[in-house]
């Protein structure tokens, strides 16, 4: 299960458009806007690879995959080419869809099935005995014969010597474009990939038609249905007919029959001899299984189109759910495997509900199955499954004096963050786990803490005193507001869990900001010790401070925020007695801190003009401006960033 989470705008859709392109290639997708810059002239192109095959999977694909049991597949799309199989053209105006693999081929064109011709063949007849590899010569394969071979000849022979000298032929990664019968093999081997787009009609996924998912669904129940049950409908539907129709003769309801013969004697009286029938369609089990409509009784019945936005989607969810499961499933009780691509399932959902989707698609990806989604909900993620998030990064470049969009995925791996701990504790290399380091960030779970997620840039403060002031102050400073800028100010609950939300959060790219006290003098030497593991996450001096430490990726109060801004805000004394007053605060206890600081940020900033104390206004100013760095994590292999996954599209992609 992942989530896709980034700004508007920033490739989300793309990429599972992209996925649905590979898996579903259709040209009815793909326009003008498709392509990277509007510049049809260019190639669609979407890789995939697959691990983890099943057996069925390695059988079926066994001709097309890598050494390392992998399949690397793709799927083009271009302006004007050919399609697939298909040796007509298009026209200039037209979409060919193209399919290819990528497995290790011969380094020598003359054994490199996708080259060999009629016409090459003829090139390298010529100089046969040239055709070496050290050792073995392929014009043995000839031996006794001066005839030219055809191309299936040349292909069989080539295949017997590249299988008789494998370890003497040099051999590269290649791709083989629009192989015979591969296309077919694709349509039944790859996963079901079902895509549910943001803006969908219940309407059009509950008609009765053989090309909906819920009409499929009824046609397949029809598919099921016993000969003799069939038999029976059918005889009901013919006897409907008999009462309806002239056919029936006597059996025919007398008041369609009188009505008919009225019709007729004033007919004549225009045009004599002519004779009018009412005849009724006779229903069958087909039209009756086009026609259906679906009711929903959530205490008051009524169609679904009918129903509020949410239930409707709920609806769609599930028709699509038992269509992926009769689509994925055989007789022979195989089970092919699904992905469920999904853009923001949280539309018209209230938040229990959207937490009810997380469950749902828990429960789908653990039952073997692949969930994607698109989201901008904090209730959709979770820190401690910080791996299954990609987060999606948008960069803009102007070329040719258009603006285009350059869209990066960025992924934190369990893998790394294990080799991250362990290599920063020793004692325990070798016993962190999947389960141990979700247990170790799950305390860190806030839907208020997720929205660092779907942030451009994150302010990590300690607790609700700078949550509840900063933002106050920011808004009045010219330029600094946080909000517009998509910058999200993150409490985390004290020092202690500020080191692992940092990790996350920089590792997804998402540059952070960090905001604490230094508690000089605190005689806990654990909370002075963790100000110093904070200052050296983020490459600065550890040593004890005496005044305010800003720099461009950290600020650090000597003692605490409230003490050392004192001295910076006129009349603090008179400003705490009156917030205690307003707010009906008998004492400065942990709960009243963060209230006392927000009356008095909002007090100082309604002045005109607004004051804002200098420690904060540079703090604001180095937040607003930060940018992301380097990988924080320490293992040897993790040294750098992440290596991100690159797509472009337009500016409307």
């Avoid at 992905?339 to 429960?363: C, N, S, W």
């Avoid at 320490?634 to 040294?639: D, G, R």
């Amino acid at each position: 299960m992942h989530a896709l989470v980034g700004a508007n705008n920033a490739g989300k859709s793309s990429v599972l458009r992209a996925l649905d392109f590979l898996f579903n290639p259709s040209t009815k997708s793909l326009n003008e806007e498709s392509f990277w810059n509007k510049d049809t002239s260019l190639e669609i192109r979407v890789e995939a690879v697959f691990s983890d095959l099943t057996d069925k999977e390695k059988e079926v694909l066994g001709a097309y995959l890598k050494a390392d049991g992998t399949f690397h597949m793709a799927r083009s799309a271009q302006m004007g080419a050919k399609s697939g199989e298909s040796d007509s053209e298009y026209g200039e105006d037209k979409i060919g869809i193209g399919q290819h693999y990528k497995k290790p081929a011969p380094k020598p064109e003359w054994l490199q099935e996708a080259n060999i011709s009629g016409k090459n063949i003829a090139e390298w007849w010529k100089t046969k005995d040239q055709l070496v590899v050290p050792g073995a010569s392929f014009a043995d394969s000839w031996a006794g014969t001066t005839k030219k071979p055809g191309v299936e000849e040349w292909k069989e022979k080539a295949k017997e010597f590249v299988t008789a000298h494998a370890d003497k032929i040099p051999m590269q990664d290649a791709w083989t474009d629009n192989p015979k019968g591969y296309a077919n093999v694709l349509k039944g081997t790859l996963p079901f990939f079902v895509l549910v787009p943001a803006v969908r009609d219940v309407t059009e996924e509950s008609k009765g038609t053989k090309s909906s998912p819920f009409g499929k669904l009824l046609f397949a129940i029809l598919d099921t249905v016993a000969q003799e049950k069939k038999a029976k409908i059918e005889g009901i539907l013919a006897e409907i007919s008999k009462q309806m129709n002239r056919a029936g003769g006597d059996e025919r309801v007398p008041m369609i029959a009188n009505t008919e013969k009225q019709l007729n004697t004033l007919l004549n009286d225009f045009f004599v001899g002519c004779d009018l029938e009412i005849e009724f369609q006779t229903p069958t089990l087909e039209v009756l299984l086009s026609a259906p409509k679906l009711y929903v009784d959530d205490g008051f019945r009524n169609t679904v189109e009918n129903k509020g936005h949410g239930l409707q989607r709920a609806v769609i969810f599930s028709i699509l759910r038992r269509y992926a499961e009769h689509m994925t499933s055989s007789a022979e009780g195989k089970k092919r495997n699904l992905i469920l691509a999904v853009e923001e399932p949280e539309l018209y959902m209230h938040p229990q509900a959207q937490r009810t989707i997380r469950r749902v698609f828990r429960k789908i990806s653990e039952g073997g199955d692949q969930v994607l989604f698109s989201t901008h909900s904090s209730l959709l993620v979770d820190v401690a499954y910080f791996d299954e998030i990609i987060q999606m990064e948008c960069s803009f470049e102007t070329i040719d004096g258009k603006k285009t969009t350059a869209s990066r995925a960025w992924q934190l791996s369990m893998s790394k963050m294990i080799e991250d701990l362990e290599f920063r504790f020793p004692k325990i290399k070798g016993k962190a786990t999947p389960e141990s380091m979700r247990d170790r960030y799950s305390h860190a779970y806030n839907p208020r803490r997720n929205e660092g997620f779907f942030a451009s840039k994150i302010v990590l403060v300690e607790g609700l005193t700078e949550e509840y002031s900063l933002p106050i102050y920011a808004d009045a400073l010219p330029g600094c507001a946080f909000d517009p800028q998509g910058i999200s100010v993150v409490e985390c609950g004290g020092k202690g869990a500020m080191d692992r939300l940092f990790r996350i959060f920089n590792e997804l790219h998402i540059p952070c900001y960090m905001v604490f006290d230094y508690d000089n003098g605190n005689a806990d030497k654990n909370i002075v010790d963790k100000s110093k593991e904070l200052l050296a996450l983020a490459g600065e001096n550890q040593d004890p401070l005496q005044s305010l430490f800003v720099t461009d990726s950290v600020a650090c109060f000597p003692k605490k925020w409230e003490v050392d801004l004192k001295s910076e805000i006129q009349d603090a004394d008179a400003l705490a007695r009156e917030a205690k007053k307003e707010l009906g605060l008998s004492n400065d206890t942990d709960t009243g801190k963060p209230l006392i600081a927000r009356y008095i940020a909002r007090k100082l900033t309604s002045c005109n003009p607004p004051v804002v104390p200098p420690s904060l206004k540079k703090i604001i100013e180095k937040a607003v401006a930060v940018k992301w760095k380097k990988s924080c994590l320490q293992a040897p292999t993790s040294s750098s960033a992440p290596s991100p996954a690159e797509t472009k599209g337009s500016g409307a992609a």
